[in-house]
T-cell receptor, first 111, second 113 residues
Framework: TQLLEQSPQFLSIQEGENLTVYCNSSSVFSSLQWYRQEPGEGPVLLVTVVTGGEVKKLKRLTFQFGDARKDSSLHITAAQPGDTGLYLCAGDYTGGFKTIFGAGTRLFVKA | GAVVSQHPSWVICKSGTSVKIECRSLDFQATTMFWYRQFPKQSLMLMATSNEGSKATYEQGVEKDKFLINHASLTLSTLTVTSAHPEDSSFYIC?????????FGPGTRLTVL
């Protein structure tokens, strides 16, 4: 059972375009993370959001945590080919680091 | 930041053999570690929680007798895939919590012929 629904699962866009990835759940999370994973490697943490309504920025990436702590979004501004990769949202709903992953969004940015 | 290593990074074995994968926390101690499996073009699926000094906790649908987990020390957890079959071919990733963050290993690619 997938507790975290992530969409879209695949996205192909032109360089310079903006995009948003969504992560939704019916469960409340104590924290939610966004990871990026390259082929053949483990996921690398981009950000952790903890407080409902929280917004964090990491260069061209903006992360938002829903007020009810059930959903999150990742917005990329002016995407670049270097942003190509698999983006994963993950939630810890037990408070004990038992992390559940969304299905992932495979992003391809064309030059 | 904290580092988690896995060994081997890749392994090829014959069907019916057993394969052991190690997960080490290099500069911190972890009483709990997690094992994930990732099939091609899919996300990470939690297999089990490895607990130092006690039995592992398996997720629903994961065979505990096939995927043996041993967490013998505060820095090492091992996953043994017993009597491996081609359908066990996958990317296995471990993680360990350190402070307020979860640290992931680089993964082990298992190919069963």
């Amino acid at each position: 059972t997938q507790l975290l629904e992530q969409s879209p699962q695949f996205l192909s866009i032109q360089e310079g375009e903006n995009l948003t990835v969504y992560c939704n759940s019916s469960s409340v999370f104590s924290s939610l993370q966004w990871y990026r994973q390259e082929p053949g490697e483990g996921p690398v943490l981009l950000v952790t959001v903890v407080t409902g309504g929280e917004v964090k920025k990491l260069k061209r990436l903006t992360f938002q945590f829903g007020d009810a702590r059930k959903d999150s979004s990742l917005h990329i501004t002016a995407a670049q080919p270097g942003d190509t990769g698999l983006y994963l949202c993950a939630g810890d709903y037990t408070g004990g680091f038992k992390t559940i992953f969304g299905a992932g969004t495979r992003l391809f940015v064309k030059a | 930041g904290a580092v988690v290593s896995q060994h081997p990074s890749w392994v090829i074995c014959k069907s019916g053999t057993s394969v052991k994968i190690e997960c080490r926390s290099l500069d911190f101690q972890a009483t709990t570690m997690f094992w994930y499996r990732q099939f091609p073009k899919q996300s990470l699926m939690l297999m089990a929680t490895s607990n130092e000094g006690s039995k592992a906790t398996y997720e629903q649908g994961v065979e505990k007798d096939k995927f043996l987990i041993n967490h013998a020390s505060l820095t090492l957890s091992t996953l043994t895939v017993t009597s491996a079959h081609p359908e066990d071919s996958s990317f296995y990733i471990c993680s360990a919590p350190g402070g307020n963050e979860q640290f992931f290993g680089p993964g082990t690619r298992l190919t069963v012929l």
